[in-house]
């Protein structure tokens, strides 16, 4: 019921920037907390920072400083701006939604995930 397509993810030099976008469609008035996650070659799938409906956020210890999370819930979309690159940060990103379908059914919808290098 809810479609995730994350985009913005290529090779960056270290100390660099690169912005994620993560555009929602199907039934987006289900969506609570949305979030980013990240996964490297041979390791676990790693929360990166989420964003309630509200705007509160939270991020991972690792890119406290370093990344912002955001939504902009005009266009539906919501993005991962990431600041000061390092090496360690390269994996593939995946936006997520849960979403509360009521009568207490609740499910984490994923998009396909973008590729981040960083690399000199």
């Known amino acids: 019921q809810v479609q995730l397509v994350e985009s913005g993810g290529g090779l960056v030099q270290p100390g660099g920037s690169l912005r994620l976008s993560c555009a929602a469609s199907?039934?987006?008035?289900?969506?609570?907390?949305m979030g980013w996650s990240r996964q490297a070659p041979g390791k676990q799938r790693e929360l990166v920072a989420t964003?309630?409906?509200?705007?509160?956020?939270d991020y991972a210890d690792s890119v406290v400083g370093r990344f912002t999370i955001s939504r902009d819930n005009a266009n539906n979309t919501a993005y991962l701006q990431m600041n000061s690159l390092k090496p360690a940060d390269t994996a593939v990103y995946y936006c997520?939604?849960?979403?509360?379908?009521?009568?207490?059914?609740?499910?984490?919808?994923w998009g396909q995930g973008t590729q981040v290098t960083v690399s000199s």
């Open positions: 997520h939604a849960h979403a509360n379908l009521g009568y207490g059914a609740a499910y984490t919808a």
């Open positions: 964003i309630s409906r509200l705007g509160s956020t």
């Open positions: 199907g039934r987006i008035s289900s969506i609570n907390t």
